[in-house]
T-cell receptor, first 116, second 109 residues
Framework: DAGITQSPRYKITETGRQVTLMCHQT?????MFWYRQDLGHGLRLIYY???????DKGEVPDGYVVSRSKTENFPLTLESATRSQTSVYFC???????????????FGPGTRLTVL | DAKTTQPTSMDCAEGRAANLPCNHS???????VYWYRQIHSQGPQYIIH???NNETNEMASLIITEDRKSSTLILPHATLRDTAVYYC??????????FGAGTTVTVRA
């Protein structure tokens, strides 16, 4: 399917477990992003990637690891999940032609993660 | 990101225009204004963006004041499906968006 997809859509895990959230896009966009959204709040940037093998921290990176071996995939790993990481996680991608041009971010449907 | 200020919430009657204000008094000359919206439980959706001139697309119109310190997003004929949280964003880097609390818009029949 064309577009941006996330899996799983829902995940329940326990404190201390490792969890990986998947994000896949079919547009060959160079930029990809991970955000988290806590109940009743706006989105906060966790990590982003400008291209394969290039990643950088966002606003709230602690406790998360990312990788980008292929342009189309951008997995997010919680190495040892904590209750404070209970949230909805959104992945996004963007073509980013240049800093002065139109650069829409396309968002996935989200993964609702609960850490018990 | 340039700080933006939006009202917390607003109501709108179905079929009427919804005018959503946003203040961004610290915006610099080369920074764009972007609007996104988030319908309940979905990922944010791009609406429109602009630099200086007013812009219009199939979803909305964006009016930017001459001094660029504020803007207004206009939904010309609001429908129930336009009920969402609307975010006004001025990113310093085009690829990093900072989402604040936004304006919760409720369209009523």
């Amino acid at each position: 399917d064309a577009g941006i997809t996330q899996s799983p859509r829902y995940k329940i895990t326990e404190t201390g477990r490792q969890v990986t959230l998947m994000c896949h896009q079919t547009w060959s966009h160079s930029y990809m992003f991970w955000y988290r959204q806590d109940l009743g709040h706006g989105l906060r940037l966790i990590y982003y990637s400008a291209a394969a093998d290039i990643t950088d921290k966002g606003e709230v990176p602690d406790g998360y690891v990312v990788s980008r071996s292929k342009t189309e995939n951008f997995p997010l790993t919680l190495e040892s999940a904590t209750r404070s990481q209970t949230s909805v996680y959104f992945c996004a991608s963007s073509a980013l032609y240049s800093k002065s041009s139109y650069n829409e971010q396309f968002f996935g449907p989200g993964t609702r993660l609960t850490v018990l | 990101d340039a700080k933006t200020t939006q009202p917390t919430s607003m109501d709108c009657a179905e079929g009427r225009a919804a005018n959503l204000p946003c203040n961004h008094s610290t915006i610099s000359g080369n920074e764009y204004v972007y609007w996104y919206r988030q319908i309940h439980s979905q990922g944010p959706q791009y609406i429109i963006h602009g630099l200086k001139n007013n812009e219009t697309n199939e979803m909305a119109s964006l009016i930017i004041t001459e001094d660029r310190k504020s803007s207004t997003l206009i939904l010309p004929h609001a429908t129930l499906r336009d009920t969402a949280v609307y975010y006004c964003i001025v990113p310093t880097n085009d690829y990093k968006l900072s989402f604040g609390a936004g304006t919760t818009v409720t369209v009523r029949a």
